[in-house]
């Protein structure tokens, strides 16, 4: 049986909404400060594309990340943007095989910061969700203040 489950986590960075999503969707850049994960997206390929609503972003975590494709141990997560409003939100749709469902960034101005809200609406067999839940929190967490980090440093 598949079951709906929804994952929501908030950091605040000490910069600039701008500077905050210029970062973030520089796709390529993610594999940086996401956990296990290599990031990148067709605009890596064709040079015409611009980022935005329609692009393909492609993430794939597991083991060994940075040698995917040659090792694939781990799960391949293609996404399609679906809404795009720089520099305060962007919206996913999960097309891959194994993660269905939606994704949202949204980053709201708090005086000289930013408040990046990271969301995700995902569809999968109840018995992956128990398993994958606390641990994909733990890693977007560790991954969202990584980030933070980086662009305080």
């Not at 960075?13 to 973030?24: A, F, G, S, Y």
């Not at 794939?60 to 293609?78: A, N, S």
């Not at 795009?84 to 949202?104: A, D, N, Q, S």
Request: aromatic content about 12%.
């Amino acid at each position: 049986m598949k079951k709906l489950s929804h994952l929501s986590l908030t950091v605040e960075i000490n910069k600039p909404v701008e500077t905050v999503w210029k970062l973030l969707v520089d796709w390529n850049s993610q594999s940086n400060w996401m956990l296990q994960t290599k990031v990148w997206s067709e605009l890596d390929q064709d040079k015409t594309v611009k980022n935005g609503k329609g692009v393909l972003v492609f993430a794939f975590t597991g083991l060994f990340p940075k040698l995917y494709p040659k090792l694939r141990l781990g799960i391949l997560d293609t996404m399609e943007v679906t809404k795009w409003k720089p520099p305060l939100f962007c919206e996913v749709v999960h097309i891959g095989r194994v993660i269905r469902g939606t994704g949202k960034f949204e980053l709201k101005r708090k005086r000289n910061r930013t408040v990046f809200h990271w969301q995700e609406e995902l569809i999968a067999p109840t018995y992956v969700l128990i398993f994958m839940k606390p641990l994909l929190l733990l890693g977007v967490w560790l991954s969202l203040h990584r980030f933070a980090r980086q662009l305080s440093a």
